[in-house]
């Protein structure tokens, strides 16, 4: 037998309060493209994080090429031959292609000869970029194209990708599935971590099952079902969201002929966005990242002021009135970004209870926090949306993002909204949660609140969704009925082919 390119023996990392990796044994042969699975929690990040030298284990060994293996930072990584595409991006908007390309280089070249190589590299694997441009003007297919051609100029032996389709429209997934396989033939191996198991089905050749830090099994995706999959991941059947039957009620929210600026320099302004959501409907909404996606979703918590006329809530108009003031009258809203944005890192979960939720839940008395309803409020979050953290006092920075995601949708459910706008409810979240928080959605719904979900998740949307419409270049294309929609068309839809309009549901 040939010797594994990667060697994991026994790898053993544990935090206060928690073992993340737990005796981990698995190994990556030569040209493969090996599939790490679990939960949320399960220990994937921690256990990517040592073989990338970010994180040093308590206990266990590594070898890599056959030669021991312990790198203490990325650097070192790096120069043995591992390369590592995040979840979360690390570029600069303000800069460009190659001077983003050159910051993340040991020694990088003079930039003319840096541009010329990406070009060919970009080329060649069929991810095209251009060099001088500013990535804050890019999609965020693009942007994930820089990391990407940022690797490749390491002639990495080993490329780790974590959530790499999380932003990409269907037809940017198989031109990433396309650079992959060519990668793979060419002797590249690849350690992949998805939630998305149909693609793990249709790429990776093994994978590696986690569970609460320990390796619990193992399995050939092209032979093992999703569901099957699932089931070893969470140690259970897999529970399929279901949408119970519900007639629509009258209009909850009604958008005008909306157009905003963007607050950020390298956003994209709404224009003339026109909308209609029922109660009891689910509107789901696709769209690439950056195409507006986020001041959508400010426009209508109230982050972003609007014109008054321009947003009516049961009929009355609400453009110009703040977030409290809206929340107040049954709007709420969950955003993109978890961590910082919907949640403060530093406080403690009773804290971020008690941020969303003290007007609604009546948690402040005489301008006072009840921090004895704020502690119930926050517990009843935890046990109902099966949040993994050892108590309410803990900071919302030490909850893993799945954990985190759940804490937060379950914060303002629970607060019974009549009209809900999410923005990526299940971004980052395993099959088990994802399945959990859709069904709350469609719970929510069936009760006879008026759900608007924004995300890149089509499957997701194509699950809980009555009607669909999709966001780009800040336009949102003509509502139509969920039912019957094929993936292609909603990818053309995305790209901003609209098409012919189908009646509203």
């Known amino acids: 037998m040939t010797t594994p390119l990667l060697r994991i023996d026994g790898l053993t990392k544990a935090y206060p309060g928690v073992v993340a990796n737990d005796d981990v044994s698995f190994s990556i042969g030569r040209g ?84 010329a190589r990406i070009r060919e590299v970009s080329e060649t694997y069929g991810l095209p970029l251009t060099p001088e441009r500013l990535v804050g003007d890019l999609s965020a297919g693009e942007r994930q194209r820089v990391e990407i051609i940022r690797c490749l100029l390491q002639d990495p032996q080993l490329l780790i990708m974590d959530e790499p389709t999380s932003v990409l429209t269907p037809q940017e997934v198989e031109i990433l599935f396309e650079t992959l396989r060519k990668l793979q033939s060419e002797g590249t191996s690849i350690l992949y971590i998805s939630h998305k198991l149909e693609e793990i089905r249709a790429l990776c050749d093994s994978a590696t099952i986690l569970r609460l830090g320990k390796v619990v099994g193992s399995a050939d995706p092209k032979t093992t079902s999703a569901g099957e999959l699932a089931a070893m991941m969470v140690g259970q059947e897999l529970k399929v969201p279901t949408a119970r039957d519900h007639t629509l009620g009258d209009v909850a929210l009604e958008i005008k002929d909306l157009s905003v600026a963007s607050p950020g320099a390298f956003g994209t302004s709404l224009r003339n966005v026109s909308l209609s959501l029922r109660k009891g409907e689910v509107l789901g909404i696709g769209g690439v990242a950056g195409n507006g996606q986020d001041e959508l979703l400010g426009a209508l918590s109230g982050e972003i002021r609007a014109p008054a006329a321009s947003i009516l809530l049961e009929g009355d108009r609400i453009g110009q009135l703040g977030p409290v003031a809206r929340r107040g009258l049954g709007l709420l809203a969950a955003p993109e970004e978890r961590l910082g944005h919907a949640a403060a890192p530093g406080m403690s979960l009773i804290e971020n209870g008690a941020l969303s939720g003290w007007l609604r839940r009546d948690l402040v008395s005489r301008k006072l926090v009840d921090w004895k309803k704020a502690r119930t409020f926050a517990e009843e979050i935890i046990e109902t949306f099966d949040v993994r953290t050892p108590g309410p006092g803990v900071a919302a920075r030490a909850l893993s993002g799945g954990n985190l995601q759940k804490f937060v949708v379950g914060r303002e459910i629970l607060q019974k909204p009549d009209v809900f706008i999410v923005n990526q409810p299940t971004w980052g979240v ?32 194509m699950e809980i969704s009555t009607s669909f419409a999709a966001l780009n270049e800040g336009r949102l294309s003509p509502v139509r009925s969920a039912e019957g929609l094929t993936v292609e068309e909603i990818g053309l839809m995305m790209g901003g082919a609209h098409g012919m309009e189908v009646a509203h549901v």
Do not use: C, W
């Not at 990338?52 to 284990?57: A, N, S």
């Not at 800069?95 to 993340?104: F, I, K, T, W």
């Not at 099959?431 to 959990?436: D, K």
């Not at 469609?442 to 609140?449: F, H, Q, R, T, W």
């Open 430 to 461: 395993d099959a088990s949660a994802a399945a959990a928080i859709r069904q709350a959605l469609l719970d929510l719904a069936a009760k006879g609140a008026a759900v608007l979900v924004i995300s890149q998740d089509l499957d997701e949307l």
């Open 32 to 115: 493969a493209v090996h599939a790490l699975l679990g939960e949320n929690g399960a220990g994937k990040s921690t256990l990517v994080k040592m073989v990338y030298g970010l994180v040093r284990p308590d206990s266990g060994a590594m070898t890599f090429e056959g030669k021991p293996f312990a790198p203490n930072n990325p650097q070192e990584a790096r120069a043995s031959g591992i390369a590592m595409v995040f979840q979360h991006f690390s570029l600069f908007e303000a800069l460009d292609v190659a001077e983003n390309v050159a910051l993340g280089m040991e020694n990088p070249p003079p930039m003319r000869a840096l541009a």
